[in-house]
């Protein structure tokens, strides 16, 4: 069994940044492709962006593009989401995932690729 823990969420106004991470246990995080989903109040969940197990690939949703950064630190079982020039429509619950399997597009684009979810941690971007 895989336990995902996010933190780091907040309050923060337009333009600022945050730096939410998700630390994994249970399992050994080197083998886990692992991603960031977000639902906004009245939308479906959506992939934010996606980091393979070895760090070397990595995927990211046009409007976060440039302004996001996902990140692994397979030392501390930790994976990052480095948010910078914040919008109000960032506005979401965001939900760390882990799987094991090869990413093949377009299948970890949905919520149903990835097997372990956390609880979510709200970033809020008031208008």
């Known amino acids: 069994q895989v336990q995902l823990a996010e933190s780091g969420g907040g309050l923060v106004q337009a333009g600022g940044s945050l730096r939410p991470s998700c630390v994994v246990s249970?399992?050994?995080?080197?083998?886990?492709?692992m991603g960031w989903f977000r639902q906004a109040p009245g939308k479906e969940r959506e992939l934010v962006a996606a980091?393979?197990?070895?760090?070397?690939?990595?995927y990211y949703a046009d409007y976060v593009k440039g302004r996001f950064t996902i990140s692994r630190d397979n030392a501390k079982n930790t994976v990052y989401l480095q948010m910078n020039s914040l919008k109000p429509e960032d506005t979401a619950v965001y939900y760390c995932?882990?799987?094991?399997?090869?990413?093949?597009?377009?299948?970890?684009?949905?919520?149903?690729?990835?097997?372990?979810w956390g609880q979510g941690t709200q970033v809020t971007v008031p208008s």
């Open positions: 980091i393979s197990w070895s760090g070397g690939s990595t």
């Open positions: 995932v882990a799987d094991s399997r090869v990413l093949s597009q377009p299948s970890y684009y949905g919520t149903n690729f990835w097997m372990y």
């Open positions: 249970g399992r050994t995080f080197s083998r886990y492709n």
